[in-house]
């Protein structure tokens, strides 16, 4: 149960995969943006198995595995903002960036997108991880293992569908439209410090 209630709280903290998810819904269709809502659930649950097989203390043992997966993470998150800015910088309107942003849409398109995201950024994975192998109790069974990964795949589920509801919604589409270039590069730049913050950590 602690399990629970503290990952219900973390996943609603703004971070690399909540901002994903709220430019898709603004930046696309509803059911489109779904998509990332539903990768970024994946990767949790995905993250979750990791923890109970135990990675942490592989983790532990091999300081190095985990330098490589900052730098990969970090290093993918700071290439969505930069690529995310150099698409809004070279976009001479708002048509050009909403045929950019179709290109790149699509329910699966966009999972697979938020679900490399999240698997890629430490900071998602070693919180899971972490949660997973210091709050659960040492007689650990198997179903208790895949009911809280389930559980946790369905609080991150609720709370980006809310967000993709919210966000899809045709006011919020209209203001997104009205000031498109510099929402992208707020967004780019929120990636690019995320990413900077994972590699300094």
Do not use: E
């Amino acid at each position: 149960m602690n399990v629970i209630v503290i990952w219900t709280v973390a996943c609603m903290t703004p971070g690399a995969n909540v901002i994903l998810t709220i430019n898709s819904a603004l930046s696309t269709q509803r059911r489109q943006a779904s998509g990332a809502a539903v990768g970024v659930s994946l990767a949790v649950m995905l993250w979750g198995a990791l923890g109970a097989s135990g990675l942490l203390v592989v983790l532990n043992s091999m300081p190095a595995l985990f330098t490589v997966m900052k730098v990969l993470g970090g290093g993918y998150l700071i290439y969505l903002g930069i690529t995310r800015c150099y698409r809004a910088h070279k976009a001479v309107s708002a048509l050009d960036l909403d045929a950019s942003h179709a290109k790149h849409s699509g329910f699966y398109p966009l999972l697979r997108h938020a679900f490399i995201t999240s698997i890629l950024n430490p900071k998602t994975g070693l919180f899971v991880v972490s949660l997973f192998s210091l709050a659960m109790p040492a007689t650990m069974t198997v179903g208790l293992t895949v009911t809280t990964m389930l559980a946790m795949g369905i609080i991150t589920l609720a709370w980006h569908s809310l967000l993709v509801l919210y966000f899809s919604q045709a006011r919020a589409q209209a203001l997104y439209r009205r000031s498109t270039k510099w929402v992208d590069y707020a967004t780019g730049g929120l990636f690019t410090l995320f990413g900077l913050k994972v590699l300094s950590s």
